[in-house]
Structure formats: structure tokens, C-alpha cells
């Protein structure tokens, strides 16, 4: 059975750093793309980055270039995503997710999800 297990979240100030991650079990990955996404409270789950399990290529949401990065650790099975110069507008449920759907923006592609960590940012 796959799992997705999310952990790093966390309350901060704006302008500081957190790393969230992704251990992922249950199957081989080649293949799959693993997405990070987010859903603040009143809003829909929105994008936020992904990584293509295999070869590396990385994607992300506007509002996050240049201050995230994903990453992934195939000995671990582990995916990262480190996020820079938090904002406010950061807050919110993050949600790791696995498919295999090429368009790697849309929830609906993921075939799993884990169940998220809070990440809080006070501006």
C-alpha cells in the first residue's frame, strides 16, 4: 500500500526558512511525479512544485521561484521541498502527492496523497 508520509511543518516568522518532507513507501516511483501542494484555509488546494521521480526535471508555481526548491533523495525515498524567505501568504496545509499524469500542476493527476503538515508563517 502506498504512503505518503509529510513532516517539517511548523509556525514561523516571515522571512525565515523551513524544510518540509515527503517519505514515500509502498511501490517503486520510476516514473511518477511528486508534487508538493498547499491549501490555506477557504481556499482550493493550489500548486506549488514537482519533481519528476525520474530524471530530476523540476516545476514550479510562480509564487514560489526563486525561494523553493524541490528535491529528492531516491536512496530514502524522500522528497524535499525547502522554502526560503517565508511569507504570510505561505500559510497553509501542505500536501505531498504522487502520479503519473504530465500535467504536473493539476491535483486531479495525483493518484496519492499523504494527509499534510501545517506550515504557519506570521508576517
Known amino acids: 500500500q502506498v504512503q505518503l508520509v509529510e513532516s517539517g511543518g511548523g509556525l514561523v516568522q516571515a522571512g525565515d526558512s523551513l524544510r518540509l518532507s515527503c517519505a514515500a513507501s509502498g511501490r517503486t516511483f520510476g516514473g511518477y511525479v511528486m508534487g508538493w501542494f498547499r491549501q490555506a484555509p477557504g481556499k482550493e488546494r493550489e500548486f506549488v512544485a514537482a519533481?519528476?521521480?525520474?530524471?530530476?526535471?523540476?516545476f514550479y508555481a510562480d509564487s514560489v521561484k526563486g525561494r523553493f526548491t524541490i528535491s529528492r533523495d531516491n536512496a530514502k525515498n524522500t522528497v524535499y521541498l525547502q522554502m526560503n524567505s517565508l511569507k504570510a501568504e505561505d500559510t497553509g496545509l501542505y500536501y505531498c502527492?504522487?502520479?503519473?499524469?504530465?500535467?504536473?500542476?493539476?491535483?486531479?493527476?495525483?493518484?496519492?496523497w499523504g494527509l499534510g503538515t501545517q506550515v504557519t508563517v506570521s508576517s
Open positions: 502527492a504522487s502520479g503519473r499524469d504530465s500535467n504536473v500542476t493539476n491535483p486531479r493527476g495525483y493518484r496519492y
Open positions: 519533481i519528476f521521480w525520474t530524471g530530476g526535471n523540476t
